[in-house]
């Protein structure tokens, strides 16, 4: 009997970089499938679809929800909703190729509450002072809604101890290497059943 390969989770804060390093396991590692969500939003350029996303009508998302058919959603930033279509996720993992989601805090949480034999990863910046800067340094924001941003921060980063691992986005490629190894651990028959 094959062994199912394993689903990893990468969430972590909002500007922590999430987005970057799953753009270098894609260019660098085509071995690791990483899920395509659904999203309300609209397409940003060069975004194209069904590859960096499913970009859908609200109409349309609320069916997929109805359906069952999204291994978990949010609504992120309060704006737009995400969600991970659970059918490619289950085919990919019963052919033994290792599967990637890079999704916010809300969606790990209802994984692991699903599946919680997933390896579930939680990028943290190198320190607090660069999340900061991340988070302010491009002065479009007015200071009331900075101050949001930070108390969110501060919120997200409290979620690390739920996490099986953290990983420190200090060095992109270093992070991607140490995530794609994640990937291709199996199972440990600990988190089987
Ligand atoms: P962006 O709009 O910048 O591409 O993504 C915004 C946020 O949505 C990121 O934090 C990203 O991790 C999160 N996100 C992307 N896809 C999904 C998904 O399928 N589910 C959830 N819960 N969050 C997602």
Redesign the pocket.
């Known amino acids: 009997m094959t062994t199912p390969s394993r689903l990893t989770v990468l969430a972590g804060p ?1 500007a922590v970089g ?2 970057t390093l799953a753009a270098y396991v894609r260019e660098h590692h085509p071995e690791v499938w990483l899920s395509v ?1 659904a ?1 309300t ?1 609209r397409p940003r350029p060069g975004e194209v679809e069904g590859v960096h996303y499913h970009f859908v009508s609200d109409e349309e998302f609320d069916r997929m929800v109805e359906q069952g058919e999204l291994l ?3 609504v ?1 930033h309060g704006r737009a909703k ?3 279509p659970r059918g490619p996720v289950e085919a990919v993992l019963a052919t033994g190729r290792p599967a990637l989601l ?3 805090l ?2 790990a949480r209802q994984v692991r509450a699903s599946m919680p034999e997933a390896f579930f990863v939680f990028l943290a910046p190198p320190s607090w002072e660069e999340l900061v800067r991340r988070l302010v340094g491009r002065g479009t924001e007015d200071e009331e809604e900075r101050a949001a941003r930070l108390d969110t921060a501060r919120i997200e980063l409290a979620a690390a101890e739920e996490f099986d691992v953290t990983l420190v986005n200090d060095d992109v490629r270093r992070a991607a290497e140490d995530l794609v190894s994640w990937t291709r651990t199996p199972v440990p028959a600990t988190k089987r059943d």
């Open positions: 909002t999430k987005g969500s999203t939003r978990e959603w949010a992120v995400y969600g991970t890079e999704i916010d809300q969606g």
